[in-house]
């Protein structure tokens, strides 16, 4: 900035020179009387060898200045072709969410069959507190990390300190195909493909935007996705290092197959058809490698021990336990905020058992809204073994509060009672 504050005043100064010199030259017809040719000629030389130095001096601090600016347009250049860090250009959003849901349970007592029915309503409450962290990066690469405080239903209405309980990210390779890595946290739900454009807050498990096998967890998972057209198709594995344990005999290591192939229909209709196969292994020995360390043969075909393949006790039959559930799923949106939905969900070891619910809502985002849902399950063709309703209105305080005023009508068996509920949600 020095230099280029000088090279201004040298221009100046070359300027003022220079109007000097012609203005000393048509004067002197004026002075004529007081001046000789001789004095004007000495004059002129002088002033002409001023405006040279002007010039020399001028022409090498700009010579100088455009050095410096090439100097500087060359760094520029460097950092903008070089590919550098992924983060450098990352932007950082902060979402932050508490809900808190309280029910009441209009019965007598509560003994063992009504707490079997609460429990199969799938109704979650308490307090859940949620902090996520989600980065761009590169051109449409996301990374999140997701904090919790404390887990619905667990007891302790307080919650615990918060805990790292989900790292996501998704790599956006192309137009029509995406992959998808969890190192902890994975849900079946972060791999599936959304059919709906906005997940409503649900009260319950048959209240949420889709079968219960999408909030199946397993530790890690890696995943990809396929558009082709008006068809998606989404495949994932998951895996858990660690496990429950089977009758002591050491840690179990779960691997959950998820699939799901979604059809975009006329209308904005979409048809979607989920299913996961599950497996649970024991490792044999009771022994763990840490965290994110999972062995795996090479070289020989994976036997747990010898009498895991020849044992045919029952307690050899428990050792290696195998199943999967599938699910049939349609969601249509009639408008911005209205939509209708339902799906149904049955078990593969268990054909006659069929879980099953349908949603209708309209809940625009700042406006009165409201939702209905029923569900069930069935055991068999005329077996409705759980029978429930729920209705709840949403009532909206700015874009940041809500609150859903609720009633729910559970029915198992001879076991029957009605439930009052209220949630409230804050959102940062």
Not at 1 to 6: K, N, P, Q, R
Not at 71 to 88: A, D, I, M, N
Not at 171 to 182: G, K, T
């Amino acid at each position: 900035m020095e230099h280029l504050t000088l090279v201004v005043d040298k221009l100046k100064e070359f300027g003022k020179s220079t109007q000097e010199l012609a203005h000393g030259i048509l004067n002197f017809g004026d002075n004529s009387k007081h001046r000789s040719p001789t004095s004007l000629l000495r004059y002129i030389m002088r002033k002409i060898e001023i405006l040279k130095r002007l010039q020399r001096e001028a022409f090498s601090d700009i010579m100088k200045l455009r050095d410096r600016q090439e100097k500087v347009e060359r760094v520029l250049t460097f950092y903008k072709s070089s590919k550098g860090s992924p983060f450098e250009e990352a932007s950082t959003h902060v979402k932050g969410k508490v809900d808190v849901l309280g029910a009441l349970f209009i019965m007598d007592g509560v003994d063992e069959q009504k707490y079997d029915a609460i429990q199969r309503s799938g109704i979650k409450t308490g307090i859940d507190a949620r902090l996520i962290f989600e980065t761009g990066i590169r051109e449409k690469d996301t990374l999140v990390a997701e904090f919790i405080a404390s887990e619905k239903g667990q007891g302790d209405m307080l919650g615990g300190p918060l805990s790292l309980a989900k790292v996501f990210y998704r790599a956006h390779v192309s137009d029509w195909f995406s992959a998808v890595a969890i190192p902890m946290g994975a849900q079946c739900r972060d791999v599936g493909i959304p059919t709906s454009s906005r997940q409503e807050m649900a009260l319950s498990n048959y209240s949420e935007s889709g079968p219960p096998l999408l909030n199946q967890q397993s530790g890690s998972a890696i995943g990809i996705m396929v558009r082709k057209s008006n068809v998606v198709t989404s495949l994932a594995q998951f895996v858990s290092g660690i496990g429950m344990h089977i009758n002591s005999a050491g840690i179990t290591r779960s691997l959950i197959t998820f699939g799901q192939v979604v059809l975009q229909l006329p209308g904005n209709t979409k048809l979607s058809l989920l299913g996961v196969h599950k497996e649970f292994r024991p490792s044999g020995q009771n022994l763990s490698l840490g965290a994110l360390a999972l062995p795996v043969s090479v070289f020989k075909r994976n036997r747990f021990s010898e009498t895991s393949v020849e044992d045919d006790s029952p307690t050899s039959s428990e050792r290696h336990i195998s199943g999967g559930s599938i699910a049939l799923m349609l969601n249509s949106e009639l408008d911005e905020s209205t939509r209708i939905g339902g799906w149904i969900e049955t078990i593969n070891s268990n054909p006659r058992y069929l879980q099953w619910a349908v949603t209708m809502c309209d809940a625009p985002e700042d406006e009165f809204g409201w939702g209905l849902t029923l569900g069930g399950l069935l055991q068999g063709p005329k077996s409705l073994e759980h029978f429930q309703v729920e209705t709840y209105l949403n009532l909206n305080f700015g874009k940041r509060f809500k609150l859903q005023p609720a009633v729910v009508y559970v029915k198992e068996g001879a076991t029957q009672f009605p439930a009052l509920m209220l949630r409230s949600s804050w959102s940062l």
